[in-house]
């Protein structure tokens, strides 16, 4: 089955920060990516996604290029505001039969005014 | 625009008691699912539903049941309660599968304790 890798948290930043969540994949066919993110006390919003090779997903200020030569995903960001604390998590979805999202473990970051 | 709602927001439960976790979707949804979420290892699928009156089995499925008797709700059973089902249970659904266009849409999490 698919399995998606995030780098281990937590992430702390100050404010203004660059940001980098890594986070690889395995996967069968031709995955799509996204990239959810949870604020606290509340469910998973989908924050970004790319569907084929070299696409950039981006949204809110955050981007993630999908690498098929390193089946990679990973979640940047220029400038962090105390907004952006939150978990963050990777997945994927393959083209093939099984059709389930799988997500990586989530990344807890935490940006400091 | 209430999205998902997952009632209860919060249970503490004894070994081998039972109940029903309850969700109900508003956005005439076909899909729906239930995941469960542990400390560093993410969210996993439980089971998950393609129409009203169809259920399958997720990556997770022992220890729990579900119904889809009405398109909108989607209820997560627990029979016997055990401490392994200590989690954060999260209800979702989309428009149609989990491709790209049709995104999961989350409740905001039910905490249950077994104690």
């Known amino acids: 089955g698919n399995s998606v890798t995030q780098m281990e948290g937590p992430v702390t930043l100050s404010e203004e920060a660059f940001l980098t969540i890594n986070c690889t994949y395995t996967a069968t066919g031709y995955p799509s990516l996204f990239w959810y993110v949870q604020y606290p006390g509340e469910g998973l919003q989908l924050l970004l996604k790319a569907t084929k090779a070299d696409d950039k997903g981006s949204n809110k200020g955050f981007e993630a290029t999908y690498r098929k030569e390193t089946t990679s995903f990973h979640l940047e960001k220029g400038s962090v505001q105390v907004s952006d604390s939150a978990v963050y998590f990777c997945?994927?979805?393959?083209?093939?039969?099984?059709?389930?999202?799988?997500f990586g473990s989530g990344t807890q970051l935490t940006v400091l005014p | 625009n209430a999205g998902v709602t997952q009632t209860p927001k919060f249970r503490v439960l004894k070994t081998g008691q039972s109940m029903t976790l309850l969700c109900a979707q508003d956005m005439n949804h076909e899909y729906m699912y239930w995941y469960r979420q542990d400390p560093g290892m993410g969210l996993r699928l439980i089971h998950y539903s393609v129409g009203e009156g169809t259920t399958a089995k997720g990556e997770v499925p022992d220890g729990y049941n579900v119904s889809r008797l009405k398109k909108q709700n989607f209820l997560l059973g627990l029979e016997s309660a055990a401490p392994s089902q200590t989690s954060v249970y999260f209800c979702?659904?989309?428009?149609?599968?989990?491709?790209?266009?049709?995104?999961?849409?989350f409740g905001n999490g039910t905490r249950l304790t077994v104690t």
């Open positions: 997945a994927c979805i393959s083209s093939g039969s099984a059709r389930q999202l799988t």
């Open positions: 979702a659904s989309s428009y149609s599968s989990w491709d790209s266009n049709s995104p999961l849409h």
